[in-house]
T-cell receptor, first 117, second 113 residues
Framework: SAVISQKPSRDICQRGTSLTIQCQVD?????MFWYRQQPGQSLTLIAT?????????ESGFVIDKFPISRPNLTFSTLTVSNMSPEDSSIYLC??????????????FGQGTRLTVV | AQSVTQPDIHITVSEGASLELRCNYS??????LFWYVQSPGQGLQLLLK??????LVQGIKGFEAEFKRSQSSFNLRKPSVHWSDAAEYFC???????????FGPGTSLSVIP
């Protein structure tokens, strides 16, 4: 199973600044996903990041606000730009891998807990 | 549109009692279905998944779920709840392999002694 490391695990940031979250996977994966979990809410997909191409954003999310990099098959970054208190959330990185018995499974990082003040 | 719903926002059960958490999905075809648990301050842990075959799926920690196509449901059950089961439970679905996962709103489980 994939092991995902996210940095930082938590941060408190001033409004108007930007934070870059890193996601490192211990194996090569084709697709990486970034999710947001607002306080008391479920997970919402921000974008899908493929290596070598631009990320695909879900409705309500734009590249200017959440630029994503995917320089290789084991690493991705998500930047939360020009932050406001409404961006306070947990941001999670996820990958999907074949499990060896004919299906795939999604693995999640521990998340980055962001508080914007 | 694809969606996953969990009708119960919050459930409280007594320790030792049985548990059933409801999940319904709306997809063009039968999706792959999952149940995740998120304990306070912890990451997501996969409890079980359904791709095809036997509609009763066994998972970790004594959980099971039953897929019912006619009801578009994938309810999670446990015969005897432990205090450590108190957590947030998410039902999720994906259309195909390597597809985005759509999460339900979650059900918060409290366990009373």
């Amino acid at each position: 199973s994939a092991v995902i490391s996210q940095k930082p695990s938590r941060d408190i940031c001033q409004r108007g600044t930007s934070l870059t979250i890193q996601c490192q996977v211990d194996s090569q994966v084709t697709m990486m996903f970034w999710y947001r979990q607002q306080p008391g809410q479920s997970l919402t997909l921000i974008a899908t990041a493929n290596q070598g191409s631009e990320a695909t954003y879900e409705s309500g999310f734009v590249i200017d606000k959440f630029p994503i990099s995917r320089p290789n098959l084991t690493f991705s970054t998500l930047t939360v730009s020009n932050m406001s208190p409404e961006d306070s959330s947990i941001y999670l990185c996820s990958v999907e891998e074949w499990t060896g018995d004919g299906d795939t499974e999604a693995f999640f990082g521990q998340g980055t807990r962001l508080t914007v003040v | 549109a694809q969606s996953v719903t969990q009708p119960d926002i919050h459930i409280t059960v007594s320790e030792g009692a049985s548990l059933e958490l409801r999940c319904n999905y709306s997809y063009g075809a039968t999706p792959y279905l999952f149940w995740y648990v998120q304990s306070p301050g912890q990451g997501l842990q996969l409890l079980l998944k359904y791709f095809s075959g036997d509609t009763l799926v066994q998972g970790i920690k004594g959980f099971e779920a039953e897929f019912k196509r006619s009801q578009s449901s994938f309810n999670l059950r446990k015969p005897s709840v432990h205090w450590s089961d108190a957590a947030e439970y998410f039902c999720a679905a994906t259309g195909t392999s390597y597809d985005k996962v759509i999460f339900g709103p979650g059900t918060s489980l409290s366990v009373i002694p």
